[in-house]
């Protein structure tokens, strides 16, 4: 009886042993399947074939070089390189020690011209009403209203002159026109300044409110690029990335590259964005 029930136990011991290792055996087909996984590919490609990606660069059309109107000899340069100024912002300055004296002189010139056609205005209404009570001759008269025409006439030229010599001292500082950076300097203290258009530049700057970025797209988006449409702008060398709009486009395809020009402007101007920066326009 002892031998039966040993054996009995090791039957069953066994089964169950046989059946644990069955469940064990089982369990992988109860894991998670990965299509999940596998479906994100897909859709990642789907949304990276929707973005269309656009070369450009950062073009100022506020570029301009900035002078002197006067001529003297440069006292102090305040600017330089790569600087940010406001309107307004004095720049650099010559030294007018010169150009104060000679605003002195025609502002002197002017009142003196002006204290002329005062008495010569007083003498020929004299007259006047000599001629008048026919008192005087007719050739007094006529030269006596002469001599205030030609005293009315000085002082109008002497007041030019003072008006002229005062602006030439104002232009011996030169003042920023605008908001911008200064990318280059052309001149140094102690340097002349020939003065008006053809003066050499002291400074080469860029207006940072009216930055563009152009943009260059193929053909086959003609149909696709819209007016007011947003764009991002990334700045490989910044690494940032910027939102902006489309402001306006070319419709003449490139014979060469079978391009068109996109342009497009910050929503916000941003200091640290210059000129020459090349630029990749993400519209999606």
């Known amino acids: 009886m002892k031998h039966r029930s040993t054996s009995s136990l090791i039957i069953i011991i ?21 299509p999940a996984q596998v479906q994100k590919e897909p859709l ?3 949304e990276q074939k929707d973005e269309i990606r656009l070369m450009g660069q950062v073009y ?3 570029k ?24 307004g912002q004095v720049l650099a300055e010559l030294d007018s020690k010169d150009i104060a004296l000679r605003a002195e002189a025609a502002k002197l010139r002017a009142e003196q011209a002006q204290n002329q056609k005062k008495m010569a205005e007083r003498d020929f209404k004299i007259e006047q009403s000599l ?5 005087t001759s007719k050739v007094q008269f006529e030269n006596l209203r002469t001599n205030y025409d030609n005293a009315e006439i000085t002082a109008k030229l002497a007041d030019v002159d003072a008006r002229m010599a005062q602006k030439a001292l104002n232009d011996a500082k030169l003042i920023a026109p605008f908001d911008g950076v200064i990318a280059r300097q052309m001149k140094s203290l102690g340097e002349s300044s020939i003065g008006g258009e053809g003066g050499s530049a002291v ?10 970025i152009r943009l260059e797209a193929p053909e086959s988006m003609l149909s696709k690029i819209a007016i007011g449409a ?37 929503d916000k101007p941003d ?5 020459g920066f090349f630029v990749e326009g993400v519209i999606r």
């Open 44 to 46: 990642q490609a789907a």
């Open 64 to 87: 301009m070089l900035l002078a002197f109107q006067t001529a003297g000899t440069i006292k102090s340069l305040t600017g330089q390189p790569g600087m940010s100024f406001k309107k």
């Open 271 to 275: 200091a640290r964005v210059v000129p």
């Open 230 to 266: 947003p764009i991002e702008i990334e700045f490989p060398a910044l690494k940032i990335t910027l939102p902006a709009k489309v402001t306006r486009f070319v419709p003449v395809i490139s014979d060469r590259t079978r391009n068109f020009t996109v342009t497009a402007i910050l």
């Open 131 to 135: 001629y008048d009570k026919k008192i």
């Open 203 to 212: 400074y080469e700057i860029y207006e940072t409110a009216a930055l563009e």
């Open 14 to 34: 066994t089964l169950a042993l046989a059946g644990c290792s069955e469940k064990k055996a089982a369990l992988p087909e109860k894991a998670p399947a990965i």
């Open 60 to 62: 100022s059309p506020g």
